[in-house]
């Protein structure tokens, strides 16, 4: 499998350290609020890759935060704890506002298909973990104590920067404007591992530490969780490409002084989803959700499979209208899955072996989703009987996640009950999709008929051609299509 290491700036063979498992980890939300469907794609696409590796036979072992303590308003260390503001926001403590976050972003998840990692584990689990990091960087050198805060010292470093092909834009991602300069600081890129003072005093969550009670920066508690459950060696880190820096680039920092070696071998970024404002963000412009998008009509699956249809690392723009065609694709596309016929059986294993290496060559080719999905479409074209292309979509679906099984299924239990309440006369489209209001309307033209009401059947007819559909009259029925 090839993929593209943000590290290196290059497309490697990806080889995992170990022979008995691939060590992933993946960067958590901050529960101070909803994720938005912008933090979402950056999941979306990192389930596929944990499926794709699973798919290829790796054994894997993924981990994830939950950064409920630590997370400044900005990304520089400064400003006050994200997760306080949420707390104050809502009139809640900060542990109740974690809870509450982190159920709803497990529930996105789950409407979104995306896996629960192996393990999940909140900051505020594993202060003993930063202690002891933070405690050698002290004793080598590489931290030093200043107004109160424990800071890395990025001097201490023969190179920083590791990931500096991103744009200008990137790279400040993390510096606001009006932000006060931090005198403390021995070098404008050291960041704080510990705060005992802040100018926001009320923190709620604090703990002892060898410099003071207080609480751990918001990178420390990665790098520490990462080591807690998978050593001191990573296979593959993800993120949002805004965390790449600084969080990540100071995460590799202090882990690789703490560690005296190498860390993490691949670093997978997402591009970020962007509406026509720019980013999608939590602290401002268009702020969607996973519930705003139901309680719009769409199904959370249409979301994914709008995601799946680019590559993870361009951004994408939102806007309804692409939602719109990725709902409508994706209900054509589960109604043709309907229209297979399962008992039209036996599988045949060459043509399902000569389909599955087509999906194969799309993951390999730096997870091109939008390849992998077009790989569906072409098992329709496939010269093989329906129950060997159920076999493969169904296969191709385990990393894809878009149930177009029981999709199909469902496609294919509504046709039946559409025919069974005209009585004899069945309404199908060409394309397998459902549209309720053409098959109405062809329900009431042949009432007509029947009615021997020739007049108001051709105008109905006529009225279906004026908006663009086709209506054919077959055996028992009539079947439409769009022109
Ligand atoms: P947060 O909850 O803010 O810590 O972010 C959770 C994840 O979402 C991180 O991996 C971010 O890099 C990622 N992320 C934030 N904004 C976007 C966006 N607009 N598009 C894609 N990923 C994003
Ligand atoms: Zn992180």
């Given at each position: 499998m090839k993929l593209y290491n943000s590290a290196t700036r290059k497309?490697?063979?990806?080889?995992?350290?170990?022979?008995?498992?691939?060590?992933?980890?993946?960067?958590?939300?901050?529960?101070?609020?909803?994720?938005?469907?912008?933090?979402?794609?950056?999941?979306?696409?990192?389930?596929?890759?944990?499926?794709?590796?699973?798919?290829?036979?790796?054994?894997?072992?993924?981990?994830?935060?939950?950064?409920?303590?630590?997370?400044?308003?900005?990304?520089?260390?400064?400003g006050e704890d994200k997760m306080l503001k949420g707390a104050r926001r809502e009139h809640k403590s900060v542990m109740e506002i974690a809870k509450f976050y982190t159920d709803a972003f497990f529930s996105d998840c789950a409407k979104l298909n995306i896996k629960t990692?192996?393990?999940?584990?909140?900051?505020?689990?594993?202060?003993?973990?930063?202690?002891?990091?933070i405690s050698k960087l002290m004793d080598t050198g590489y931290a030093y104590f200043a107004g109160g805060n424990v800071y890395f010292d990025t001097s201490k470093l023969e190179r920083y920067y590791i990931f500096n092909d991103f744009s200008a834009e990137?790279?400040?991602?993390?510096?606001?404007?009006?932000?006060?300069?931090?005198?403390?600081?021995?070098?404008?890129?050291?960041?704080?591992?510990?705060?005992?003072?802040?100018?926001?005093?009320?923190?709620?969550?604090?703990w002892d530490s060898p410099w003071g009670v207080g609480?751990?920066?918001?990178?420390?508690?990665?790098?520490?969780?990462?080591?807690?459950?998978?050593?001191?060696?990573?296979?593959?880190?993800?993120?949002?490409?805004?965390?790449?820096?600084?969080?990540?680039?100071?995460?590799?920092?202090?882990?690789?002084?703490?560690?005296?070696?190498?860390?993490?071998?691949?670093?997978?970024?997402?591009?970020?989803?962007?509406?026509?404002?720019?980013?999608?963000?939590k602290s401002s412009g268009e702020f969607l959700t996973v519930s705003l998008l139901e309680q719009k009509g769409y199904d959370p699956l249409?979301?994914?499979?709008?995601?799946?249809?680019?590559?993870?690392?361009?951004?994408?723009?939102?806007?309804w209208e692409n939602l719109d065609n990725a709902q409508l694709a994706y209900n054509k596309l589960t109604a043709r899955v309907g229209a297979l016929k399962p008992e039209d059986g036996p599988v045949d294993e060459a043509a399902l072996a000569a389909m599955k290496e087509r999906f194969l060559n799309a993951l390999d080719n730096d997870l091109n989703s939008s390849l992998a999905v077009t790989a569906v479409y072409d098992v329709f074209k496939a010269k093989t009987n329906d129950a060997t292309k159920l076999a493969a979509i169904g296969d191709f679906?385990?990393?894809?996640?878009?149930?177009?099984?029981?999709?199909?299924e469902q496609k294919r239990q509504e046709l039946k009950r559409q025919a069974v309440t005209a009585g004899q006369f069945?309404?199908?489209s060409e394309s397998g999709e459902s549209d309720p209001e053409v098959e109405a309307k062809i329900l009431a033209r042949q009432e007509a008929k029947k009615a021997k009401n020739f007049a108001e059947a051709d105008r109905i007819r006529d009225e279906l051609k004026a908006a663009g559909i086709e209506v054919t009259d077959i055996p028992h029925g009539a079947k439409w299509k769009r022109i």
């Open positions: 497309r490697e063979d990806f080889v995992p350290n170990h022979p008995d498992i691939v060590k992933m980890y993946t960067c958590g939300p901050t529960v101070y609020h909803y994720a938005h469907i912008g933090n979402l794609r950056s999941y979306i696409m990192e389930d596929v890759l944990e499926k794709a590796l699973r798919y290829e036979g790796y054994p894997v072992k993924r981990v994830m935060n939950i950064t409920d303590v630590g997370h400044l308003t900005s990304d520089a260390d400064e990692p192996d393990v999940v584990e909140p900051a505020t689990n594993c202060i003993d973990e930063y202690i002891k990091i990137d790279l400040d991602v993390g510096v606001r404007e009006g932000v006060e300069e931090d005198l403390n600081k021995r070098n404008k890129n050291d960041f704080v591992l510990w705060f005992t003072k802040s100018k926001f005093e009320d923190q709620a969550l604090k609480y751990p920066g918001w990178h420390i508690e990665c790098s520490g969780i990462s080591m807690k459950h998978l050593g001191e060696d990573l296979d593959i880190h993800c993120g949002g490409v805004d965390n790449a820096f600084p969080h990540h680039t100071n995460e590799i920092a202090q882990s690789e002084s703490y560690l005296g070696h190498k860390w993490c071998n691949l670093w997978f970024h997402v591009a970020h989803l962007n509406t026509s404002s720019g980013k999608m963000s249409a979301y994914r499979f709008f995601c799946l249809q680019s590559h993870y690392r361009k951004s994408l723009v939102f806007t679906d385990r990393v894809l996640s878009l149930d177009l099984i029981a999709r199909g069945t309404v199908v």
